[in-house]
């Protein structure tokens, strides 16, 4: 079977692409290219799906949008709005939050170097949780706790030792990585110890992540049962259960027709049935449970609109391709050039009747790495002046957008029965040079 990569709006009619009732035409035309496309009902029906199905599974679940997978302040509006937490990993996403009065007890704070000003910031507002991610930092979220007079919550961030069944640069709890602190070391155990030594932290539970864009649910299992031997084990030794725990976020989506990722529904399910079982077998208490996803919530809301510019059919020994470039590039999506990652593309403002022919889309800079899809069969007679989407946009695309060639970031504009409005504004050359002295 094969699955769709655009969001629950989008249709083609005519060859045009439309979003809820917006052609890609009209889009392009208002607000100029490249650009990102937030489908609004699809974002908030993904946000609530997954708030719905863990408050249906457990008693005052919370889902935790990850904020780094594209955040701004709209988002953070509508997470509020929507009844989610935020999940914050440095000081400039914990700012997004707040700027718009986001309930500081519903955020949490990750990051393996949090630094001084970031938990001073944190403990100050009253963030719900801070997350801890090395021995060091329990004094200084102790020492700012203090300094403000507050007791601050806690969890450990667990390192399980858990492959997890993704590509190796966005895993993160095998053995030899950053993050966390590890259990089969016995670190995380230290870190126990050494919170239970400062009376201004309020130990709340422990914290996993096991990786991003992951299909199915076994290293989530396995990671479960860790989480929850470590927490029998602190029952045994501190005659308290851990009231919370958080699975962190990594629910896969589609980002070309062979991605087969799991429903939201059916991957909270796996959860529930771990949960429940582990905690039934340990004789524990279900606690508080959390996840953070981050991907599957914005991922498939969004796509990017790219104008062509050129076209180029270069011979090769065994045939030609044709090389289409458009007005983005690696600057907005570096995903391609970082991890392998393969998109899909579509035609957006006609139908055409020429033959598919092999092809590489690339984008405008100075490098010959800058490719958005490596091979694609797309028709013939694309030329400059057509549209070209790209599906699945939302996680990791503007959010690591970058300025390369001093090129200025593109908008994001939000789509909802046939209106359109700016919820990020695009970069201009001022914008750039404003920086300079
Ligand atoms: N929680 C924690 C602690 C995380 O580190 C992450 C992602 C998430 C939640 C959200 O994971 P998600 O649900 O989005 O998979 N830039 C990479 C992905 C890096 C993910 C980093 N951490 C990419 O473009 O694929």
Known sequence: MSHSAWSSNVKFENGQLTIAGTTASELAREFDTPTFI??????????????????????????????????????????????????????????????????????????????????????????????????????????????????????????????????????????????????????????VIEISKHSQLDFRGVHAHIGSQIFNMDGHRLTIERMLDFMARYRDEFNRELPEVDFGGGFGIVYTAEDAPLAIEDAVAQIKDAVVNGCAARNLKIPHVAIEPGRSIIGPSMFTLYEVGTTKLVQLENGTRNYISVDGGMSDNIRPGLYGAIYEAHLANRTSSAPNTPSRLVGKHCETGDILIRDIDLPSDIAPGDLIAIPATGAYNRSMASNYNHVPRPPVISVRQGSAKVIVRRETFEDLLHLDA
């Open 38 to 191: 937030l489908d609004e009902d699809d974002f908030k029906a993904r946000a609530s799906a997954f708030v719905n199905a863990m408050q249906k599974s457990f008693s005052g679940a919370t889902v935790y949008y990850a904020s780094k997978a594209f955040t701004c302040k709209q988002i953070a509006r509508w997470c509020n709005e929507l009844g989610l937490g935020m999940d914050v990993a440095t000081g400039g996403e914990l700012e997004v939050a707040l700027s718009v009065n986001f309930p500081a007890s519903r955020i949490e704070v990750h990051g393996n170097n949090k630094s001084l000003s970031e938990i001073d910031r944190a403990v100050e507002v009253g963030v719900g949780c801070i997350v801890i991610d090395s021995i060091q930092e329990i004094g200084r979220v102790a020492d700012a706790a203090k300094r403000h007079g507050k007791t601050q919550s806690v969890m450990i961030r667990l390192n399980p030792g858990v492959e997890a069944h993704t590509i190796e640069a966005i895993a993160t709890a095998h053995t030899d990585v950053k993050f966390g602190l590890s259990i089969s070391s016995g670190v995380a155990w230290d870190a």
